[in-house]
């Protein structure tokens, strides 16, 4: 089952764009889009807490270098990562992630960690199937 969690909501997922350079071992651009039906519903509930947005959440990950370890791609997001690769979570504003993820040699996509939204540290979960 894909998600795409913020919090305690799941937006479902869109589009997904992923091209990785495994010869040079580069994720160039790894961009995971919140499904724009699931996002409409909740960012239309004037009382609900994603009123405020305008666009769906979008997770990327550009640049980043990686090793292959037991067929699989895992990489811990620190602050390293963060000052030198574009990783973020688009949310009206880029705003930066904690965690890990992790791509299985099936193609699926795992995240758990955290965001940080208006300062407040925040659940950010998905789990998405990639085209390879």
């Known amino acids: 089952m894909q998600k795409f969690i913020i919090g305690t909501n799941d937006f479902g997922v869109g589009e997904v764009t992923c091209k990785i350079d495994k010869e040079n071992s580069i994720i160039n651009n790894l961009t995971i889009v919140a499904d724009e039906e699931t996002f409409e519903k909740l960012s239309?509930?004037?009382?609900?807490?994603?009123?405020?947005?305008?666009?769906?959440?979008?997770?990327?990950?550009?640049?980043?270098p990686f090793e292959l370890k037991d067929d699989k791609i895992e990489i811990i997001i620190t602050e390293e990562i963060l000052d030198n690769c574009d990783v973020a979570l688009y949310?009206?504003?880029?705003?930066?992630?904690?965690?890990?993820?992790?791509?299985?040699?099936?193609?699926?996509?795992?995240?758990?960690?955290?965001?940080?939204?208006?300062?407040?540290?925040?659940?950010?979960?998905l789990e998405v199937n990639l085209t390879l």
């Open 91 to 125: 949310l009206m504003e880029h705003n930066d992630i904690g965690g890990k993820f992790i791509i299985n040699k099936n193609g699926i996509f795992v995240f758990e960690g955290c965001t940080y939204i208006s300062g407040k540290e925040v659940k950010l979960e």
């Open 44 to 64: 239309d509930d004037e009382d609900g807490e994603w009123f405020w947005l305008l666009y769906p959440p979008r997770l990327y990950f550009k640049e980043i």
